[in-house]
Structure formats: C-alpha cells, structure tokens
C-alpha cells in the first residue's frame, strides 16, 4: 500500500471510487446465454447476487416479495413506516407531496410514531406466507430491543444495518449490544454493516457474521460526506474487505464471510465493478427505488434523513422508471444503466470472459484518471 | 508498468484517454506541404488514414463512395438499413424525426426488419462499379450466415465488428465463428475488432487478420461504460495494441498487422493523438455523420442502440457541420477540429517535424492532468 | 516528502484540500454522548474549539458574546465597522443593499473613515461586560499604532492577522512590527498568522505565540489565488504546520503552540478535517457569517475586499441559514454540513472510534482523488 | 523527469499548467513598497516585464506607445491591419459588429488585403517619434520578405513569432528562414518563438535569441489543442526553458538568454506563476485586449484565426474591463486577477519575501491537484 503525505505529520492512503475504474475485456468473450449470476448465502441461494436496501422507499412488504419472486433478496426495515402504521399509505403520500423545503421536517414527525412490534410480526408473515425467503433488518441501536420479536415472527435472515457498525461499539450510557454473543445465540444468518476498511470488516467477520456491507449505505440519499466529513471510496473500500475475507478464511479454517457492496451502486456498470472489487452481491436502494411500484412513488430516502437532530441526507428525486421486472431484468428502453441491469451483468461478464460471479472477481480493472 | 493498489485484493493499471495526453513539438518543423498522410494495408493504399465506421448514420453506398474518391475507404454496415430495405429513405426520416423519448424505440422497430441477401449483393456492386475500394463490415454473429454471399458479391475488404470481438468466443448454444480458420479461408484481407488490450489483439493478429480496431467502437453512439462498466481509455488501449503490432511482428516473422484506432474520435486533435499513440489509421463515426451528405441527416446511432433487450447507445444530435470534402480536405470555417481535419493532421505533423505517418507514431507526447 | 518535477529547472510541492481527503472509521465505535469537544489555550477553556474570524459580517460585539455563551471564542475586528463608527447600523445596511457593481466601491468608502480609539476601548468593555473571554483583533501593520489601547481596554487573547504574517517582516519604509519583542513584552495570549507552511509557522512559534493561524483566510471571501497566485491547500497546510507544533514543542522544552485552521472551512465536515490533520482549533468565518444574527445580513466580506488599489475579495452572498445556536449545537434542518456542525464533529468522532480531540488528530485519513 | 506509461508501446512525461500550480510563502515578508519588477533585455530596461502579444485586438501604435510609456513593452504586428490599411478604423468596427457565426469569415476577408510595406514604416515611425522602445513582429514565413523594410525603418527589438517556430524549419517547395545567420546579420535583438520544450528552446537559443517566447501564443483566442492536438502545459513549458536557459548559459560562456511566457496568462496570478517557474517577462495578449483603449473593442482574436483553410481560433469576447493604465498599475475596482496586475505581482513577491523577479522565480511551488 502505498502512502501519500498530506503534510509533514499526517499521511494518507489513496482510494478510489466506481466512477474511477473500469472493468477490461481480455482475450476471450463468452455468450451471455451460457453466464450464471447465482450466488449462495448460508443455506439460501440466490438467481441474483441482489439485497434490497432496506429503506421504505424502495422496499415494502409487496416489493420485498417480489424481489425474491424474481431471484433477489427482499429486506424490510422493521423500524420503518410499515412498521410503525397499520397501513402507511398516507404517510408515504404525505412524504411523496411535500415540498423540497419541508420534505425533512415532514420525515421527521412521520417517523415519530413508535414503532408497534406487533406489526414486525405481522409483516414478516406477510413475506413469509409468499414463499420467498424472509429477511429484516434493525439499526444496531434497537436491534437489542426487537430482536426477540424478530425471531419469533421467524426470519431466515437477519440485517444489522447502520451508517457504521463496528464489532466494538463503546458507550458509558447504554449497554451496547454485544454482537458476538448476540450471533452466537442466533438461529439465523445475520448480515452486518456498514463497514469500509480491512480491519473493522475483519472484526465484524470475528463475530460469527454471515455477510459483511461494505459502505455507509451512501450515494443519492447521504450526505455523510459533507456533514461528518467521513467517505470511503467505495472500490477502495470492497477491494479491501474482499481482503479481509480472504484471510479470515484462512484464519477461521474455512468460513466464507460474505462481502455485499452497499452504496454508491446507481448503475449497472457500478454493479459490475462493485463485483470486479471481489463483492459477493450489491445492496441496492436508489435503482430500486426508481422502480414504479416503489413505495417511494420516485422520492428516495433513508434512516439517516428522519435524524432529528443532526439529518445526514434528505428526499431526493430519483424519478419512477420502469417496472420491477424491466429494472432488473429487462427489456430496457434506454441506455444509462438503470434497467436490465442483471442482463447488463451478465452481457458484461461474457464479453470480458466470465461464466461465474466468483471468476469474475478476477477480471483485469483500468483507472481511468489518476 | 507500474501497478496501481484500488485496494488490498485488487490492482489496476493506469489507462489515459487522449484528453489526457497531448503531442508536444520538438525542434525541427517542417513544411505541411511535404507530409503525407498515405497509408496501405495488404494491397491498398489510401491517401488518407481514415476509415469510416460502418454505421448508417454515417455511411451510404453514397457516402462510402465519395469517402474512396476522397482517399479514404468507405465501409458499408451489412446488417443495416442498406441491406433491410430497397429503399431506406423512409426508415432514416422516421429515426431524424423521432422524439427523444421516442428515438430507442423507432430503431429498434426499423431494424426489425430481416437481412435480405440479395440488397448486399447489390448495395456492393453499386459501390464497385464507382471505382473505389469495397469493404462491408458484419458483426462476429452474423458472419458466417452472411460471409459466403458478401464474397460471391465481391469485395476488397471484409470487416467483423463488434463492441468486443475476441480470437476465442465460447458459446454452450451456438457454434461459434472460428475467427482463424475464417480468415484463412478467405481470399479479401480481414480488419476485426474491437480490442483494447494487448492480449486480445496479439490473439487477434494470430487469426490472419490484416488489421484490429481499437477500442469499443465508443464515442457519443454508446453508453458501454455506464452500462457494462467496461471502458478502455483510448490512448493507452492504442498504444498496448501497437505494442501487441511489435510483437506479432517479431513473432510472424515480418507481418505487419495495421492498428486502427475505433471510438473516442470527435476532433483532428484526437486522431493526431490516436496515431501519436501508434495507430496507423482511425474508424471515424460521429466526425463522418456530421457530414452534410450523411445519411443520418445530423443524427447518429451505432449498432448497439438498436438492441431489443440491452440497448447500449442512443440516437444523439451531431448536427450537420460541412460538406464531406470540407470535413476532410477543408478549407475550415471553424476551429473545433471538426473539419479540414486532414489539413490539422498534416499542420500536427508539420509542426512537431514529421513527415510520414508512421514516423509520426514516435512523436513526443505529453500528459495534461494527472 | 516526495517532489515533483514541473519542469527541467523547476520542482514542488504536492499539497491537498479538504475536499480531497476524507477521514475513515476503522474497528470501534463510540457513543456521541461520550465525545468531548473542549479545548484549552493558555489559562482558557473552551467547549467548543471554534474561534471567530474577525471579520465584521460575522462578528459584532453582539455575536461575539453569544458565540461565547455557547463555548467558543469571540473575536472582534479592531480595525473594523465597530470601531470606526459609534453605531455602524447604517453603513452595514448600505454594504447589504448594494448592487454587485457597486459593492467594493461601497466597501471602500465605507471603510475609509478612520478607527476611533475610543471605541475599541467601549467595544471591548462590553464584551467583557458579557462575562465571556475577550479577543480583539488587529492587522500587523496597525499592531504598533493600537496595541496599547487595546491592552488598557483589557483583552483576555490578542490576535494579529493578515493574509500573510512572517516573524520576519522586512521593509526599508516603515519600522516593521517585531513580534518576538512584541509578543515578549505582552501580557496576554498572542494568536498570530496566517502561515501555511513547516518553516514559517516554526519561525511564529519562536515570537512566543500561543497559537498560529493556518492559512490565509481564504474561502468564500477572498481571491488570493487569481489575483496573488498564492494559495495553499488547506489539508496540506495544517498537517505541515501541525508537524511543526511538534518540533517546537522538543525544541522548545514544552510549549505546545496551538495550531487554528483559518480557511477552506465551509461544512462541517470540512472542520472534522481539519482537526484530522492535527488542528487544535478552528477559526470560523463563512459559517458564522450564515447566522440569522450575524451583522453581515447574509453578506460576508473580507478585509482584504476593502484595499483602495488591490482587493483581493469581494461582497459574497453566503445567506442566512439558521439561529446561531442551531449552526453551531443543532438541532440542524438540513442535511449539507451548514447547521449542528459541533453535533456533526461529535458523531465523527464517535463513528472512527475518539473521544477527545486531541487522539481525533490521528484519525486515519483516505485521499479521494489522486 | 518520471516517465509514465501510456500503454506498452508508448510514454510520455506530465506537464502542468498554471492552474495546477500556486505559490507559496516561506518565513519572510517584504513590503511591497521595496518590490523591483524591473527587467532588462540587451541594452534596454523596463520597469515592468510585459511584452505586449503583437495582436491587433491589443496592439495599436497608439497602445504601443501608452505601453511604453507605462513601462513595459508595445509590439505591433506587422502583418496586422495597421499595415494593411492606411485606417483600419472600419476594418475593426466590422469585426467588432459580425455576428458569430460570420466572424471568421469577416477576418478572413479583412486580411486578404496585402501589406503594404510604405505602412511598416509609417507605424514604426509614428511609436518613434513618442519616444519609446520600438518594437514589430513579423511571422517567421514572412520575416524573410519584410525585414529589410523593418530594419530600414528602424526598430530597437524584433519579433519573430508564430505558434511554433524552430532553429531548423525544413521545405522542399520554399527557401526557409535561416534564424541563425538572419539573427546573425541583424543590428537588432530578436526575440524569437514559441517554442515549449527544453530542446526547441535550447536550438533557439543557439541561434543567437536574445529572448524566447514559450508557448504558442495560446489561451483565449487559439485552438491549437483541438484542432492540432499539440498542448504544451504552461508551467512545465517555462520550467523546461528556463533549465535551457541556464544550460545554454554555461555553454556559451555567459549568453543570457531571456524567457518570456505567452500563453494561458488570464490573470495577474498567472503573470506571477509564470515568474516562478523561470520566466523574466511575460508577452499578454486577452489582458492588454481587455483595455478600453485596445483597438479590439472587447473582442480578441489572434493571427491563427484569419487563415483561409485551418483557422485555429476565433473571435472571442473578452470584454473592455478597464483603463491600460489600471489593468497595468491599479487602481483595481474588482478581484479578479484582471486589474492592477503589477500591484498583484509585487505584492505576491512580498508576501512570499522577494525583492527582485530573479530571486522570485526561486519561490516555493505547490501542486494543488495531482
């Protein structure tokens, strides 16, 4: 690794984002028909290295189960709207029709209802009666509090997802959940983020976690990076996990952690690259959100924007595309990588030479500028 | 090659586009009368290092004609408009006309129409009979169906191009054109492509081919990088191929295999650069639309936009610049590098000291940004 | 440190700004609650390391109370609006009504009546009056001529600054300022600058400094960089002066120089940067200048925007975003780094895993773009 | 000098241009009152190191003389309007009055008309007779056939400037310019170029240059980048020279060549950078044009954008922002680096503590982006 200075007393590493790389053809192409872009988690296989950022306005019960009917995973955010209200449908019209200037004060007295844990149960059910694989997730500040509802509602997977989650979270006013011990009394594979760098993703791989987010679930509804001045590029970022996983193997004897992108992902190109990195699958918000039965209805936002003291991002307009199928499937209508983005997967991985998600990891990367 | 750290598990190497580089003068000059810009490949030679891209935006058996009289060698697509309708006047009206929104879907209605084999037996024989060089490009897919009708109609130069044509497709469903024995078979020197790496194109110049295009065919046509997250920054995919040129050279024995330069080519100052990388030619799209005689009637669109599932490019607005003498020969009445652009190459040249093109590939290059 | 060549005869330095850097989490998390954002300089103890640049569109004898009300430090220009005029209520309307056009010749006027030395006793009176620390600041060139006024009016910290300031001014028309006696003979805390780079802030040191200033109070107000071509990006500037806090500190046997980042400082993760690049402190102006209190009415100049034959700013619209309690302690109605900026600082600090300011300085440090 | 790679076949070195670069203070400051920007150039002395690019849209003999007087250097061109017609008072008006899409055709008609040699003379006479250095500039193609009639007219310094000029222009169809026994037989200085390489410089020199012009007149009005693709970073380019300078210093036992940048100077803190990376003058061409006495009336074009078949420039709007005499010596209303432009550079001198333009071009560089 090599170092930069920043000045005589501090120095620095180099990281580079999506937008600086680009994935290169070699000497053989492949036929798209003949590529697989399955993946495995736990006991759970997947047609679509795809998990649902599980943000309100790209997943609801409804969209969750469609993804999963489609080959992806589906996550509800069991602290969100559809938890908090018996039918939220006003609330996300009310979101959908504020103006900009009040977009955030509308989020924040929408997401002041409590939380009611009966209604986890019942969406949960709700996903689980579909058929397809249930999963949900809490911020790792409440996970303590719901989790045994959680897991007696029955999850198959279980998300831990905050803008940083460490293995070591250290506080003198609440007794912090002690994620070690708490996967290690799961059932359930549990997915944990969002981590950046080699060392705090090699400490949560330690915990017993099956899947690792790498990112601060950033791009188009964050603004960690002007408010808390904090960013991780982002293929500096899988790169480097994808390096933690690799010795973590070692050292563990054989458990394979997965690494799952998680921010920065608006294109089908950053979901090739994210895998060329060495990610396993991507978490996707703002591409799903643009889907037309979005609960969004084309605005996108996360759980850092109800913050009410100290919002870091906002409602942004990411527009209502084309259906789910289409996004993710195709056909696409248009060419800026927000549809068909699993045949712009696969169409990537034949013309560079790759049959297979985990080959693929390997594919020849350029910078582009420097 | 020094490699560059994206992060613990993955390196890349540094890739320049030509706007990132310029040709620098050195300390003799010379008189641009003197220079000459010919080129030959097998048995032709062309007073011009231009080839048009095979796009019907651009290239008409008209165009491709004017193109030969004017010193370069025109290209006729042979899964275009020219070869789907007798008549495709109506077809190019319908696309110029076509609302933005509309655009995706008019191309992709128009090329629905089925190849008939008859109008590329007549389309080249019209190009013949006017006394130039006849080239007619396939893509990989289509050549085998189409190649025996393309030779029994006769031409001097068979062109294969797609966004990424390699020496080894690999397909479980279709029996794949076996580039090599393809090529040996034929009696018409073969230009195939495109490559951006040095591999792929050392494999390439294996298969017999007489030239490889560079490049993806990009340019303001395609949408690769968003889409794929593929991308090869011109400059450097050039110069790897030039090198791939040495080699084979060394390798074959004495076969001089012609680089031709194929995307990122919007202004004189960029070809300058792509031959002061080591091209001994360029495949011009969007400078050729522009032409007033071109068919697109100042719009322009490659082969990828009209794909039913996947598009990769749109229809963009080039406008109509110039008479097609004008845009190659001049006299300019602008200064964009969008005309007279032989005339630029010959100044660039004069200016820096050279006299022929290949010299010229050896000239002083400097990096702008870093 | 590693060089540049610019050219044959001529090398350099590279330097980074905020913007090209970023701070990142590494194993452990804390809690915001527990983060402590104090800091002391000499015998003063401030909750938040926020000194106010003394510029008359953020600072009046008001503000300055309320910013020490709420835990940091107050200055007030003694060469300013407030002590030129008894009540400059008008000429600060004048300087917010004017056209562009007229703005620097508003200003110039404005500014040319002469100081009143009586007012900087009354100013600072009330200041004191307040009960909060008490800081008055002057240029160096006016240094000699109001020093003793200002420390019979009694200051609790003296600051001198200037876009640039040596500890060696040298001049064959007027007796320079030497600060080494000046600072000697002197009662009170001296913070002295700008400097913005290792020697010349080691040389401020030596004069008996209790804090430098680092940069040149650049941002939003000033022009040095188009008019002077001085600049010094910022990141660079404060680890290099940082470095040289720590060698003075072995030199000196000691005495620990505080080093203030004076520039470049428009969010809050801009501060947060700062301080990861060994600043103790922060001197604020734009942020400050966006307070619903702050006499600049949205406007913010700088006093080199007054100079008669050479301005090197001008009047900017920065707006008036919020209370100045909500800018500095929350809670923020917006997610872009304007408003809870020392909230913001506490929770990135909590995120990388510090607890004090002091160990934030090590913070690991990502460079964006290279 | 590193090399980078651009790919295998293919290196190149980076170069900088102004805008990447700043200076940056050090320990010691001056007051600008002490500043010298004098310079001298064989026998003649300047109190202010600006060449005046010979531009019609700058340069009248009228300008000429006010530049002289001001203390810098007027040159007309000789091949402009004012030896085309006995009054051009028209001929500027209807360049100044074209719409933009007819004004290169308006130049190229206006300077279709033939020089007449009885003007050279008249307008070298005329800024004579006001009793300032003399100063014309030919074009080396043209140098061979006017020189006479200059030198018999008389003029203290000559010009030969065109965008690249090399010791060694080579022709099969005309005679060219032999520099070195053209300079050799001359009673005058010659100030010769642009030229942006060490070695084209170091082969001017050798020719017996008394001054080298670096660059190719570029910025505002000039296209050479795109049209030619040939750029010559600014910054490096000077640097470069200057090294050459100092080489040719020792090889000819004491031959002081003088650099003069020219090119991409928009501002006064373009003006200092250029000095401190080895410049002894600077020849502006968008600054002077920007007078209210320039005979370009706001517009600037440059001799590029007349020719008939490639014009490599055009006319551009740069706005009538001053008095020659405040954007030379100030006062300055604005901030913009466009006024008082001697003020700016003696005050950048001091503040980074230099009395003399010699000593400055030794002033610490950084590099701002990398």
Chains 1, 2, 3, 4 share one sequence.
């Not at 504020?98 to 007295?109: I, M, P």
């Not at 996983?245 to 799952?260: A, F, K, P, Q």
């Not at 983005?341 to 560079?352: E, V």
């Amino acid at each position: 690794m090599s170092d930069i200075n920043i000045g005589k007393a501090k120095s620095a590493r180099r990281g580079f984002a999506f937008d600086d790389i680009a994935v290169v053809p070699t000497r053989r192409t492949r036929d798209p028909e003949d590529v697989s872009t399955s993946w495995s988690i736990d006991a759970y296989r997947f047609d679509l290295p795809i998990v649902a950022a599980p943000m309100d306005s790209a997943m609801s019960p409804a969209t969750a189960i469609a993804l999963g009917k489609m080959g992806g995973l589906g996550v509800l955010d069991l602290e969100g709207l559809w938890t908090r209200y018996e039918d939220p449908t006003q609330q996300l019209a009310e979101i959908a029709n504020a103006k900009d200037e009040d977009a955030t004060a509308v989020l924040q007295r929408v997401y002041a209802k409590p939380i009611q844990p009966e209604l986890i149960t019942a969406r949960l059910k709700e996903i689980r009666d579909a058929g397809v694989t249930v999963a949900g997730s809490l911020s790792p500040q409440r996970t303590a509090e719901f989790s045994d509802i959680v897991l007696k509602a029955g999850v198959d997977m279980f998300v831990i997802r905050g803008t940083t989650v460490s293995a070591e979270h250290v506080s003198k006013n609440v007794e912090p959940l002690n994620l070690k011990d708490f996967i290690y009394q799961l059932d359930v594979p549990v997915i944990v983020g969002g981590a950046a760098t080699y060392s705090a993703a090699l400490h949560l791989m330690r915990t017993g976690a099956a899947g690792v987010l790498v990112g601060f679930g950033g791009g188009a509804a964050s603004a960690t990076r002007n408010v808390l001045g904090i960013h991780a590029p982002m293929a500096t970022a899988v790169a480097d996990v994808a390096a933690a996983r690799r010795d973590y193997l070692d050292e563990s004897g054989g458990r394979y952690v997965h690494v799952i992108a998680d921010g920065g992902l608006g294109t089908s190109g950053d979901i090739v690259k994210a895998i060329a990195c060495g990610a396993d699958a991507v978490m996707l918000g703002t591409i799903l959100a643009r889907a037309g039965e979005a609960p969004g209805q084309g605005w996108h936002w996360g759980p850092e924007a109800v913050n009410a003291s100290l919002p870091r991002g906002s409602r942004v307009w990411v527009g209502s595309h084309a259906p789910l199928e289409n996004i993710l499937l195709g056909p696409a209508d248009s060419a800026d990588g927000t549809a068909n983005i699993m045949g712009a997967l696969k169409r990537s991985m034949a013309t560079t030479g790759y049959l297979e998600l985990k080959e693929f990891q390997r594919v020849d990367v350029v910078v582009n500028e420097y």
